[in-house]
């Protein structure tokens, strides 16, 4: 199966278990905006959890706000985004459609990468085991031409894209010969920059209305709380505030499922700190957030970090760390020091002292500012990515199964009666009485338990707990492990202990200290 492969078929689980829906389905949908099914609520909380958790409660000098999604409008004047929040687009004339300069090129550049890697795979076939790969990048000519046609047009895109030369991008794509993969012309209208926040209007029209955001970033909500943070909650420098919440970006091109939407929901803590302190704590962040994906078991080989050549207007430092999707290694979260750009900019324009009287130096300051931001719906596609597995049995038999981190698996366990009678339903109730107050778990009486286990698997349950004629007599149940698909006998008494051990988030926890 090649990754495109998976990736539909992951796309099309997700809408068969209840994880992800298209928004308004039922009229064809609304472009890059998705909801969240039965399923894909509980994952999302989840996840949420886990990061405001090791957030807020793990560090003694982190804590939370919600701020709301509508500010006042001279917020986005001062963080920079009414003047500079834009991605250069360009349209092709015969298909109409519309694309971001700088994807078109970054694809260019990743066909270009896909080239070299057929040629190694070509050599490695001709050359068998004595093959040594480094050495032939090294060394073969031909993939010495397309590794420096590649760098060539990645200075020329970093450059344009720091200049804001408009002309020069679409040059770029002239000269590598992009063609639309719609009308397979190469039809290109100008570069145009266009600006990603959503407008809308507050207050009625007779009185004036205003224009307002609908915010594109979660942290501005931070920055203007700072000083009622800080003198409410007493707070001393370093410290920081997360916030989870949702945001909303105009994007042009909106693909790859949740990977890329319109409406979606951030997790950002901004981390204040004295000036110049500011790399060490930037280095220690992106440590930080780098144990927290890893510590959910996806293989460390499978993320990277990638720091930015173009740097935002406010950041002096960027990284990326980036997770391998089916369709390559992509963003999941930032991590950018963004100095005193933010609070400094936000006291010129406010007119309001927005500065720190640090006690061990006697001195007052703006302090500078090291956030991480990532996304929650990128977090739930890596996890469903990483997670999706069709496995064939022993017994010759497929299954389906998300191998979800139990902490996060939406559904802990589930209680199921062998038959529907002879007081095993009564009994199976029973057991759930007494789990629901920890953990989320379901009853199922319908079709074999075989069939009963695939639809568990499909949704990442842990825990399948069979009860049958034995338990009403020993009191013991039969715990299906959905990974090894193991059985044991255990006690009833014992199943909440067993449960909690293996769904906590105190495992999670323990890995990031
Ligand atoms: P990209 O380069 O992919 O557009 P970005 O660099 O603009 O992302 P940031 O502004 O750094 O993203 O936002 C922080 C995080 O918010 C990203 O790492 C990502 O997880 C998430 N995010 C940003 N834009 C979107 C979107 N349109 N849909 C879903 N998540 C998003």
Redo the contacts with the bound molecule.
């Keep these: 199966m090649t990754q495109e492969e998976l990736f539909k078929k992951l796309v099309a689980h997700c809408k068969e278990y209840g994880f992800v829906f298209p928004s308004s389905e039922i009229y064809d949908g609304l472009g890059a905006v998705y909801d969240y099914g039965q399923m894909g609520v509980e994952l999302k909380n989840n996840i949420k959890r886990y990061w405001w958790d090791s957030m807020t409660r793990l560090n003694d000098n982190i804590v939370g706000i919600d701020a709301a999604i509508f500010m006042h409008p001279r917020t986005w004047e001062a963080s920079g985004h009414v003047g500079a929040f834009n991605d250069p687009l360009i349209d092709n004339r015969d298909s109409k459609k519309r694309y971001r300069a700088d994807v078109l090129i970054e694809d260019w550049i990743a066909k270009q990468d896909e080239k070299i890697q057929k040629e190694c795979d070509k050599a490695r076939k001709r050359f068998g085991d004595a093959f040594n790969e480094e050495q032939y990048r090294s060394t073969s000519p031909r993939v010495l031409e397309t590794a420096a046609k590649r760098d060539a047009v990645l200075e020329r895109m970093s450059k344009a894209l720091n200049d804001n030369d408009l002309v020069e991008l679409r040059q770029i794509i002239l000269d590598c010969e992009i063609v639309c993969p719609i009308s397979g012309t190469r039809n290109w209208t100008e570069v145009r920059q266009f600006n990603l926040m959503f407008s809308t209007q507050m207050g009625s029209t007779a009185d004036g209305a205003n224009t307002i955001y609908l915010r594109p970033?979660t942290a501005q909500g931070i920055f203007v709380n700072f000083l009622n943070v800080q003198k409410t909650g007493r707070m001393k420098l370093p410290f920081g505030i997360a916030q989870i919440g949702k945001a909303f970006?105009n994007?042009i091109v909106a693909r790859q499922f949740?990977?890329?939407?319109?409406e979606?929901e951030?997790m950002e803590m901004q981390f204040f700190v004295r000036p110049g302190t500011e790399m060490e704590w930037w280095n220690k962040w992106k440590e930080t957030r780098m144990k927290w994906h890893r510590a959910l078991g996806f293989g460390d080989d499978n993320y990277r970090f990638h720091d930015h050549e173009k740097l935002a207007h406010y950041a002096n430092a960027a990284t990326?760390v980036e997770f391998k999707f089916p369709f390559g290694f992509k963003?999941?979260?930032?991590i950018h020091s963004r100095t005193d750009f933010d609070l400094g900019n936000h006291q010129k324009f406010s007119g309001k002292k927005i500065q720190y009287f640090d006690p061990e130096t006697g001195e007052s300051y703006v302090p500078y500012v090291v956030e991480t931001?990532?996304?929650v719906?990128?977090m739930v596609l890596q996890v469903l990515s990483a997670a999706y597995k069709e496995e064939k049995l022993e017994s010759g038999e497929e299954r389906t199964v998300l191998s979800i981190p139990a902490p996060l698996a939406p559904v802990k366990a589930c209680v199921m009666p062998l038959v529907k009678k002879d007081g095993l339903p009564e009994l199976a109730h029973k057991i759930i009485a007494d789990l629901r107050f920890d953990h989320n778990v379901q009853y199922d009486e319908k079709d074999s338990i075989g069939k009963r286990y695939r639809r568990q698997d499909a949704i990442g349950t842990p825990f399948c707990i069979t009860v049958d004629h034995q338990s009403l007599e020993d009191g013991t149940v039969t715990l299906r492990d959905r990974d090894t698909m193991e059985q044991s006998r255990v006690a009833i008494s014992d199943l909440n202990t067993i449960i909690t051990e293996k769904v906590g988030m105190k495992q999670l926890f323990e890995k990031l200290l």
Aim: proline share 0%; no cysteine; hydrophobic share 30%.
């Design positions: 970033e970006r994007e949740i990977f890329r939407m319109r979606f951030q990326d963003e999941v979260e930032g931001s990532i996304g719906d990128r």
